[in-house]
């Protein structure tokens, strides 16, 4: 879950991280008077939970009140990765001497936490690594393992810093690890953390991922008017009611809606969908025994959704019963009607008594099951997958 760039300096502020003091705004008219206030010139970002901001143009300096109110209003009309720019943050543009790169993440191969140093900052740090491995610094540290001050002058020191500047340096990446221990974080950096022309280093950028399962630790975090959000980009509306309803779900970029079963079978249906050539629109997942009315809901997400032309339903009973899932499925077409073909393929636990009880549906009210195929065992998924995705094709 990954905080805005404000956010996450009004964090770095307040566990002494020097950072830029900035206002956020939501209007051109808020930008010239934030500007204003701060002194010319200043630099307006584009607040959006994705990276590449400035090569999309969402980072640009401004050296008066026609240029803020200009280049303000271009970055507002910016959709960047498909993320809507509606936010802004007025800072002082700073003269900058030096550039570093300061993380802290988690080796999840060896079950570690690391604490990363590139000499090289404000580029991205994944090419680096793939280009120039030898670059980037690491201290690895036990899960519990504390740091301590000649952990972060070690990592000053192979940064080729000295002096002054080993002293400014070294603490902050104290204070940087212990926020992400603090914040039960996933990934926090500073990038690019700066050397102005007076001297002093800031964090010019922040980028903090949560643990949005540590949030309830965390009453800091919402007490910011926080919720939970996705690492790049905030819920879509069928996300949010997704989760009012409290369905694991998340949108994708394609026009298959999946209609699983449990979250491993959902895996293993996109993972069929994408092998014959379609593209899913979602991730779904029922949970362990779903009732029918839960059932019923989780399809109407899939038929509300003007991107998704057909659905596919691939449901394995275990835990979670077929009989159900068919009582769910006939109570959503009888509530709320189908707009777009479906395919099922029910196997497991009580398959057949799911069949018989669609057959006996469809018999009573033939027209509500014009759009639907269902199958049972005797069908193989990869049939069912290709099928759903001819049908996406020609729809």
């Known amino acids: 879950m990954r905080l805005y760039e404000h956010e996450g300096k009004t964090f770095f502020a307040k566990n002494k991280i020097p950072t830029s003091q900035g206002k956020v705004v939501t209007t051109t008219e808020d930008a010239v008077a934030a500007a204003s206030e701060i002194g010319f010139p200043v630099v307006i970002k584009a607040q959006v939970l994705t990276g590449g901001r400035g090569k999309a143009g969402g980072v640009k300096i401004a050296n008066n009140e026609s240029e803020v109110a200009a280049l303000s209003s271009q970055i507002l009309s910016l959709s960047i990765k498909g993320y ?10 700073l003269q900058i001497e030096r550039e570093i790169y300061l993380g802290v993440t988690i080796d999840r191969a060896n079950y570690k936490l690391v604490l990363i140093g590139c000499a090289e900052g404000g580029v991205e740090i994944e090419e680096t690594a793939k280009k120039a491995p030898e670059k980037i610094i690491k201290i690895p540290f036990e899960i519990d393992a504390p740091i301590y001050s000649y952990h972060g002058i070690e990592m000053a020191k192979k940064l080729g810093l000295s002096g002054s500047d080993l002293k400014d340096v070294a603490p902050i990446a104290v204070r940087l690890f212990n926020l992400f221990k603090k914040l039960d974080c996933k990934v926090a950096e500073i990038n690019p953390l700066v050397k102005t022309k007076n001297g002093k280093w800031l964090a010019a950028d922040a980028r903090i991922a949560l643990d949005d399962d540590a949030l309830f630790r965390h009453p800091e975090v919402t007490e910011m008017g926080i919720t939970v959000r996705h690492e790049e980009g905030e819920l879509t509306d069928r996300e949010k009611k997704a989760r009012d309803w409290g369905i694991p779900y998340v949108d994708l970029d394609g026009d298959i809606g999946m209609f699983p079963g449990g979250a491993g ?11 014959y050539g379609g593209k899913p629109a979602n991730f779904m997942d029922s ?9 019923a809901k989780m399809l109407v997400l899939l038929d509300e959704n003007p991107q998704v032309k057909v659905i596919f339903g691939a449901r394995f009973g275990g835990i979670s019963r077929c009989d159900d899932f068919a009582k769910g499925v006939i109570q959503f077409l009888r509530e709320h009607g189908l707009s777009k073909p479906m395919v099922v393929r029910m196997t497991g636990n009580k398959w ?10 469809k018999a009573e009210t033939p027209d509500l099951f014009k759009r639907i195929e269902f199958h049972g065992i005797e069908t193989p998924i990869e049939d069912i997958s290709q099928r759903a995705v001819a049908l996406a094709k020609n729809a």
């Open 352 to 361: 057949e008594e799911g069949l018989k009880i669609f057959e006996q549906a």
């Open 84 to 93: 809507p720019v509606q936010k802004l943050l007025i800072e002082p543009a």
């Open 287 to 295: 949970g362990g025994g779903p009732s029918p009315e839960r059932i």
């Open 265 to 275: 079978f959902g895996i293993v249906g996109n993972d069929f969908i994408h092998h």
